[in-house]
């Protein structure tokens, strides 16, 4: 089974940044796509960003050019620098990870973490 862990979130004002941490643990043999999705209240689950095994990067339009997806591969954890935030990128940031563990491919997913822009 696979674990992840995410943390980063909170409160910040407009125009404020925030860098979201998603560590996976568990019985891990590799892992390939890693992506960043949000939902906001009342709102359906939508994808922000996603970062290949080989680190290749592709954003949706409303997070292009102030957000930006890493990973470490050695620490099996995908990061999300949020800058230039504004009140409608206050949503639930959850972590997706495409992972082989114990003989299969799994999609598994964090428990979220909340992120609030307000002044």
């Known amino acids: 089974q696979v674990h992840l862990v995410e943390s980063g979130g909170g409160s910040v004002q407009p125009g404020g940044s925030l860098r979201l941490s998603c560590a996976a643990s568990g019985s891990i043999f590799s892992i390939s796509t890693m992506r960043w999705f949000r939902q906001a209240p009342g709102k359906a689950r939508e994808l922000a960003a996603t970062i290949t095994s080989d680190g290749s990067a592709d954003y949706a339009d409303f997070v292009k050019g102030r957000f930006t997806i890493s990973r470490d591969n050695a620490k099996n954890t995908v990061y999300l620098q949020m800058n230039a935030l504004k009140p409608e990128d206050t949503a639930v940031y959850f972590c997706?990870?495409?992972?082989?563990?114990?003989?299969?491919?799994?999609?598994?997913w964090g428990q979220g973490t909340q992120v609030t822009v307000s002044s």
């Open positions: 997706n990870v495409v992972a082989h563990s114990q003989g299969v491919w799994n999609n598994y």
